[in-house]
Nanobody
Framework: QVQLVESGGGLVQAGGSLRLSCAAS????????MGWFRQAPGKEREYVAS????????IYADSVKGRFTISRDENKNTVYLDMNNLKPTDTAVYYC??????WGPGGNYVHWGQGTRVTVSS
């Protein structure tokens, strides 16, 4: 059974930082591209960032480019999202997802986590 478990969310002031983690189990982690998405209250889910199997080609949404960094640790079967200079508009539930075919905003993500909530206060 595939499980993606996010952690690291919380309440932070604008300008602050958080690190989200997503621990994967039940799948061969190094075969999957991994992504982060978010859904703000009353809005549709949106793409944040993704990283390919080897970790060499991350792709970011324009809204987070230069502030967020995605990385992965093959030994820990974990993908991270380091978020800096957070803004109130980053407030959302953040979801981890896995795709075996492609990454980026158009990737076919077949496994999803339950999400972790991030709240940025002004």
């Amino acid at each position: 059974q595939v499980q993606l478990v996010e952690s690291g969310g919380g309440l932070v002031q604008a300008g602050g930082s958080l690190r989200l983690s997503c621990a994967a189990s039940g799948l061969t982690f190094n075969l999957y591209h991994m992504g982060w998405f978010r859904q703000a209250p009353g809005k549709e889910r949106e793409y944040v960032a993704s990283i390919n199997r080897g970790g060499s080609a991350p792709i970011y949404a324009d809204s987070v480019k230069g502030r967020f960094t995605i990385s992965r640790d093959e030994n820990k079967n974990t993908v991270y999202l380091d978020m800096n200079n957070l803004k109130p508009t980053d407030t959302a539930v953040y979801y981890c997802a896995a795709s075996i075919t492609s990454w980026g905003p158009g990737g076919n993500y077949v496994h999803w986590g339950q999400g972790t909530r991030v709240t940025v206060s002004s």
